[in-house]
């Protein structure tokens, strides 16, 4: 059974960074690219990082390009996302997912996220 658990998320500034972690288990963590997911209140569900399955390949959409940064450690099955000079309107419930193509397209099953909120 997959498990999707995200932490590190909480109140910041805006200008301020904040590192999100997420352990992912059930399927092949080493075998799969991961990716990171937002959703804002009353909008969808956003694509914000993705990152191959050694780690040698990284991909971001125009909003948070050069802001973001996604990791991997395998050897602890967990994708890391750091979020540098954070901005209101990145405030959203953040997730992670496998990932069943590159780059953003994921699997239909989600954790329980990680609320970030920052402040102007």
């Known amino acids: 059974q997959v498990q999707l658990v995200e932490s590190g998320g909480g109140l910041v500034q805006a200008g301020g960074s904040l590192r999100l972690s997420c352990v992912a288990s059930?399927?092949?963590?080493?075998?799969?690219?991961m990716g990171w997911f937002r959703q804002a209140p009353g909008k969808g569900r956003e694509f914000v990082a993705a990152i191959s399955w050694s780690g040698s390949s990284t991909y971001y959409p125009d909003s948070v390009k050069g802001r973001f940064t996604i990791s991997r450690d395998n050897a602890k099955n967990t994708v890391y996302l750091q979020m540098n000079s954070l901005k209101p309107e990145d405030t959203a419930i953040y997730f992670c997912?496998?990932?069943?193509?590159?780059?953003?397209?994921?699997?239909?099953?989600w954790g329980q996220g990680t609320q970030v909120t920052v402040s102007s």
């Open positions: 997912n496998f990932l069943k193509a590159w780059p953003s397209a994921h699997y239909d099953y």
């Open positions: 059930g399927r092949t963590f080493s075998s799969h690219d």
